[in-house]
């Protein structure tokens, strides 16, 4: 199992391309996120559209889905996408339902065809849970923090976790530090094996590997590493050849 970064950057990184990820297991791949650089950071990682399998959507800013109506309309009008019966292949969309219909809102002018009373499932094979859904026999327990505060209200993100072989990882996606709300998130995190971490506010937006100097604060253990990780992969190495 790998995971590819396609960028690193902020919200507004003008070369470092946003964070978004791809996960491979045996010979699928799960693009994480797909903001508005994903045509160009895909490419720059020698990787296709036809080379995914799904999507996983964290929360609807365009750093993490303003790409989503370029793979909705490539994809649609790919013809690599029609299957030998005539059918179509759609990526699978995984998203938490709360934020699925406010998702195609944002997409649905751009998205027409002409003839189609388009809905988001007309491009996508659309999986919309509340607590967890499986990719690749993989599950993914979707974790919902606290992404920022708009006019009082809390704007949630939702992250991911799931199990390797050689420990837990969890993708936090764009989340605030409030360790007042989280103590037992955080304290729980802090003994996952991998934390790929984005942190809010945009500005200062970093997207490292294993926790940081918050762990510390809040006396847990860490394993500390600031790298950024631009590009790089992490590997799990598994005993399983179908990775
Ligand atoms: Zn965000």
Not at 89 to 101: F, G, N, P, Q
Request: proline residues 4%; charged residues 20%.
């Amino acid at each position: 199992m790998t995971l590819q970064f396609l960028g690193a950057g902020s919200a507004f990184t003008q070369d470092n391309r946003q964070s978004n990820m791809v996960l491979t297991k045996g010979d699928k791949r799960l693009l994480i996120d797909a903001g508005s650089d994903v045509r160009c950071s895909l490419k720059e990682a020698g990787l296709h559209l036809r080379m995914l399998d799904g999507v996983y959507i964290s929360h609807l800013h365009s750093d993490h889905c303003g790409g989503m109506e370029y793979l909705a309309l490539a994809t649609y009008f790919d013809p690599a996408f029609i299957n030998a019966d005539g059918t179509r292949r759609r990526l699978k969309l995984y998203l938490h339902s709360s934020i699925e219909v406010k998702l195609w809102e944002m997409l649905q002018n751009g998205c027409v065809v002409p003839g189609i009373d388009a809905t988001l499932e007309t491009f996508f094979e659309v999986v919309s849970e509340e607590l967890a859904f499986v990719w690749n026999g993989i599950e993914f327990t979707m974790v919902k923090t606290v992404h920022c505060h708009a006019n009082q209200i809390p704007i949630p993100c939702y992250g991911i976790a799931w199990y390797t072989d050689c420990g837990r990882v969890w993708l936090s996606g764009d989340t605030i530090f409030e360790p007042e709300h989280f103590a037992n998130l955080f304290a729980t995190v802090a003994r996952f094996s991998t934390i790929v971490k984005q942190l809010f506010p945009p500005l200062c937006t970093r997207t490292t590997i294993n926790w940081l100097p918050l762990m510390r604060r809040s006396k847990a253990k860490s394993s500390c590493s600031t790298t950024m990780m631009a590009r790089r992969k992490i590997v799990w190495p598994t005993a399983s050849p179908a990775g």
